[in-house]
């Protein structure tokens, strides 16, 4: 979060903001002791049940989304890490990112890494029957777990796990609700997961130029 | 004599039909749009969730009407062959089958039935009505202090939108 106060402070003059949402179940009960451990000005929202994830079809965090001046999608969701804290996991650059957003900020719609309508299109695909069914289970399970019916939630997550295979989402944040349990009640954990990959990515590639 | 008997037997028969549906009501939880409410429901033995039409206006804003059933500037005809699948009446009450609607509509339903709570989502097709118009889709959420902002309120500015996570 101090990485992108950073960049914040260095952008928001040139008509530019951050919005930041924190996917959390737990809501600011969890997430509020990463935003207050420092001074942030930019937007720091918490979503309780991952309404931006379900909106904008994520299967991952961090996440990012460029949205122009008229409110119009430019860059479709693509993995968005502000340093290279964990660059030996996943191998993305954060400066090639950050510098793409610089340029974004600077130029606008004008900006080589701005999407033409008809790439976005082509990069942005449907959103699955199944993710949406998906998106239901998760939220009952989440609304069970807000009611302090955290066993009984569980069903309900592993169905939309199932359901959406790809969603890390809705994984980790299942795994995190049931804490010390998690292993025992999902019969796997984060390592295993990972290994099920195979040769695929942890995050999607990310295609930063136009193609 | 006979007339009266029969007038009888027809009142007992409403009466008893009467009393079944109210029997099977149950007191269900319906969470439409995110948003929770009670209602009297009658289930059926594939789990769908019949409503009144009060409590289908009450839960979800729709309202059936001669055209289909409505919503601000939303109209979903229904199919006419099959109209007694999705509305019945009983005694003076019309009945509503919420579980057929969203199967018409496409919108996904998961329920949990030992806490009587139906979750009808979000539908796959309006989920994906930006990827036309390539508006970003409006949320409005709350920060760490409660106070609540929506992307469409940074309109006139470049917005980096970025999700993250405790866990």
Redesign the interface.
């Known amino acids: 979060?101090p990485g992108?106060q950073t960049l914040y402070t260095e952008l928001k003059g040139?008509?530019?903001?951050?919005?930041?949402?924190?996917?959390?179940t737990?809501g600011?009960k969890?997430?509020?002791?990463?935003?207050?451990k420092t001074k942030l000005d930019y937007?720091?929202?918490?979503?309780e049940?991952h309404?931006?994830?379900?909106?904008?079809?994520?299967v991952n965090?961090?996440?990012?989304?460029?949205?122009?001046?008229?409110?119009?999608?430019v860059r479709p969701n693509e993995v968005?890490y502000v340093d290279n804290r964990y660059k030996a996991l996943h191998g993305l650059e954060a400066s090639e990112y950050l510098n793409a957003?610089r340029d974004?900020?600077t130029n606008?719609d004008k900006s080589q890494y701005v999407l033409s309508?008809d790439e976005?299109?082509e990069r942005?695909t449907?959103?699955?029957?199944e993710?949406?069914?998906a998106?239901?289970?998760f939220?009952?399970g989440e609304?069970?777990s807000h009611?302090g019916?955290e066993k009984?939630a569980i069903p309900?997550y592993k169905?939309a796990q199932r359901l959406n295979p790809d969603s890390w989402?809705y994984k980790?944040?299942a795994?995190?609700l049931s804490g010390t349990e998690a292993e025992k009640e999902y019969n796997t954990n984060f390592g295993k997961e990972v290994q099920k990959l195979g040769k695929k990515p942890y995050y999607a590639p990310r295609r930063l130029k136009k193609e | 004599m006979w007339k009266q008997s029969s007038a009888i037997s027809v009142l007992l028969f409403f009466l008893i039909a009467g009393i079944t549906a109210f029997a099977e009501t149950k007191s269900l939880t319906v969470?439409y749009d995110?948003k929770?409410t009670a209602v009297k429901a009658m289930l059926t033995e594939t789990k769908d969730v019949w409503i009144t039409m009060k409590d289908l206006t009450r839960a979800t804003r729709f309202v059936v009407k001669p055209q289909g059933v409505c919503r601000d500037e939303l109209c979903f005809p229904l199919p006419k062959a099959q109209k007694s699948n999705f509305i019945k009446k009983q005694g003076s009450v019309q009945w509503f089958n919420l579980s057929e609607f969203a199967r018409l509509v496409?919108q996904?339903?998961?329920?949990?039935e030992?806490?009587t709570?139906w979750?009808?989502?979000?539908?796959?097709q309006a989920?994906?009505a930006?990827?036309?118009s390539?508006?970003?889709?409006n949320?409005t959420?709350?920060?760490?202090q409660g106070k609540k902002?929506s992307?469409?309120d940074?309109?006139?500015?470049?917005?980096?939108?970025?999700?993250?996570?405790?866990?």
């Not at chain 1, 449907?126 to 029957?129: A, G, I, M, S």
């Not at chain 2, 979750?119 to 796959?124: D, L, M, N, T």
């Not at chain 2, 390539?134 to 889709?137: I, N």
């Open positions: 979060m992108w040139k008509n530019f903001a951050i919005i930041s949402v924190a996917q959390d737990g600011a969890d997430a509020a002791p990463w935003i207050t937007t720091v929202l918490i979503d049940t309404q931006v994830t379900r909106l904008y079809d994520m965090v961090p996440t990012a989304i460029w949205i122009n001046e008229k409110g119009r999608i968005a957003i974004w900020a606008g309508e976005l299109r942005l449907p959103q699955k029957e993710h949406a069914q998106a239901a289970e939220a009952l609304y069970l009611k019916l009984d309900h169905e989402n980790r944040q795994w995190a | 969470i995110e929770p496409q996904p339903v998961a329920f949990n030992q806490h709570t979750y009808f989502g979000a539908r796959a989920q994906n930006h990827l036309e390539l508006e970003a889709p949320f959420l709350p920060d760490v902002h992307l469409s940074f309109r006139g500015k470049k917005v980096l939108l970025v999700t993250w996570a405790s866990w």
